[in-house]
C-alpha cells in the first residue's frame, strides 16, 4: 500500500525555516516564519495567560472530555470577542476547534457536506494553506483579484470584477482583518460593498479571523467580520486565538455558523457537533479553558488587552520605522505603503531574484512572493533590512 502513496508537495515556509537553522551565520535575519516576536525576538507567554494557567492549575479536577463542541462557555467567550452585539447568540452556532486552521477545515468541511458542488472564491494571494485544504477535499478554489502588485495595496476595482461570477449557493472566503499574506486591508465603504454584491448573487460569506487586534485595535479589527454577520442571510467565521493570546501550540480556535433565522441554529450546532467527531471527536480544552478565564475576569482581559495594544504598537511602530528608512535611502515614497498595511505581514513587491539575494548575501529570510513578518524585525534589525534591500536592487 505505501508503495502507492507520492511524496506531499514541500511547504515552502517549513523549507525557508529549515535553512534559516541551518546558517551558520551569526547575523541573519528571520522574516518568514509567522509567529509574533518581541524585540528580543521571544515568542513570549502572555502575563494574563501565564496567571490563568496559573488559576487554572489550582483550580482543575478533572482530565475528562469537554463536549463535541468544546466548553460553551468557551464559546460564549470568543462569540461576545469577535461579534460583539452585532447578531443575537442565539443565531450562532458555535465549536471548538484545533486552532485557527481546524476551523478553517471544518468549515470547509460543512460547506461540502451542505452543498457538494459549491465552489470556494479565494484571495489571490491568500493564505497558502486554505488553498491546500480545498485541494485536499475536493471543493474547486476560484481565484479573485486582490492585492496590486503596483501599488501594493487592494485591487478593488479587479476583486468586484472578479466576484461578479459568483454564482449562487458558492462561498466567498475573506480576511477578517490583516490579510495574509499582503498586510494589505479593504476598509469599511468596500467591504459593504461587498456585502452588498454577496447578498445579491446569493453567495455564503466566510471570513477567517486570525489577527483580531493586531491591526488596529480589537473592536475595529472586527467591524467588517460584524457588518457581515449582520447583513448577511447566512455566515461562516473562523476565529483563532493563536496570535492575539498567544498560545500557538496550545491550539485554539472557534468556527461559527450564523443564520439571520434563529431556528437553524439548532441543525447547525448538530452538524457541527457531528463534523468535530468525525475528525477528532472532542477538541482540545486547555488553550480554550485559558481564553475563557482570561476574557471572563476583569482584571485578566484588562492586561491582556494591555499587552496586546503593547504588540499592535510594536509592530506599527516597526512599520513607520521601515517606510521612513526605505524613504530615506531610496529618496522616494514607494515604499510607503508598509506603514499603511495591518498586521504581522506585508508583501514588499520584489522579485524572487531580489528575494534569493537577500538569503545568499545577507541572511536575510523571507517567503519567495516577499511576504515578510514585520515582528520578525526590531529597531536595531530595521537599518540592516532596508539597506540589504536597496542593495540588491529593491
Not at 513570549?44 to 501565564?50: C, F, L, N, Q, V
Request: with cysteine; charged share 25%.
Amino acid at each position: 500500500m505505501f508503495e502507492q502513496l507520492k511524496e506531499p508537495s514541500a511547504d515552502k515556509i517549513l523549507m525557508l525555516m529549515q535553512l534559516y537553522r541551518e546558517d551558520p551565520r551569526e547575523q541573519k535575519i528571520d522574516l518568514g516564519v509567522g509567529v509574533y516576536k518581541n524585540p528580543e525576538g521571544v515568542t513570549p507567554i502572555m502575563r494574563a495567560i501565564k496567571a490563568a494557567e496559573q488559576k487554572w492549575w489550582g483550580e482543575e479536577t478533572t482530565k475528562a472530555y469537554t463536549g463535541l463542541a468544546g466548553d460553551p462557555a468557551f464559546s460564549d467567550a470568543m462569540i461576545g470577542l469577535v461579534l460583539g452585539d452585532a447578531v443575537p447568540r442565539e443565531n450562532v452556532a458555535a465549536v471548538a476547534t484545533p486552532g485557527g486552521t481546524g476551523a478553517v477545515r471544518q468549515a470547509f468541511e460543512l460547506v461540502r457536506m451542505a452543498t457538494p458542488k459549491a465552489r470556494v472564491h479565494v484571495s489571490n494571494p491568500t493564505w497558502p494553506n486554505h488553498l491546500s485544504i480545498l485541494k485536499h477535499l475536493g471543493i474547486e478554489a476560484v481565484p479573485y483579484r486582490y492585492f496590486d502588485e503596483t501599488t501594493c495595496g487592494v485591487d478593488f476595482a479587479g476583486m468586484m470584477e472578479d466576484l461578479e461570477k459568483v454564482e449562487e449557493g458558492d462561498v466567498v472566503l475573506l480576511h477578517g482583518c490583516c490579510h495574509n499574506p499582503t498586510g494589505a486591508n479593504l476598509n469599511l465603504t468596500e467591504f459593504k460593498a461587498v456585502i452588498e454584491l454577496m447578498i445579491a448573487k446569493g453567495a455564503l460569506p466566510m471570513i477567517d479571523i486570525a489577527y483580531q487586534g493586531f491591526g488596529d485595535g480589537l473592536d475595529v479589527d472586527a467591524l467588517a467580520t460584524r457588518e457581515v454577520a449582520s447583513a448577511c442571510p447566512e455566515t461562516l467565521i473562523a476565529a483563532s486565538c493563536s496570535k492575539n493570546f498567544g498560545i500557538y501550540r496550545e491550539r485554539t480556535g472557534l468556527l461559527m455558523a450564523i443564520s439571520q433565522d434563529s431556528s437553524k441554529q439548532k441543525v447547525a450546532q448538530g452538524n457541527l457537533a457531528y463534523l468535530n467527531r468525525q475528525n477528532y471527536s472532542f477538541p482540545p480544552d486547555h488553550g480554550a479553558r485559558l481564553v475563557t478565564l482570561v476574557l471572563n475576569d476583569d482584571k485578566l482581559r484588562a492586561d491582556w488587552q494591555s499587552e496586546l495594544e503593547d504588540v499592535r504598537l510594536n509592530m506599527l511602530s516597526l512599520r513607520e520605522q521601515l517606510a521612513s528608512e526605505m524613504q530615506r535611502l531610496t529618496k522616494s515614497d514607494r515604499y510607503g505603503f508598509i506603514a499603511q498595511h495591518r498586521g504581522m505581514f506585508s508583501r514588499l513587491g520584489l522579485s524572487t531574484e531580489i528575494v534569493e539575494a537577500l538569503r545568499k548575501d545577507h541572511g536575510i529570510y523571507m517567503v519567495g512572493d516577499s511576504r515578510i513578518n514585520i515582528a520578525g524585525l526590531n529597531k536595531e534589525t530595521v537599518p540592516v533590512l532596508a539597506k540589504a534591500i536597496v542593495e540588491a536592487g529593491g
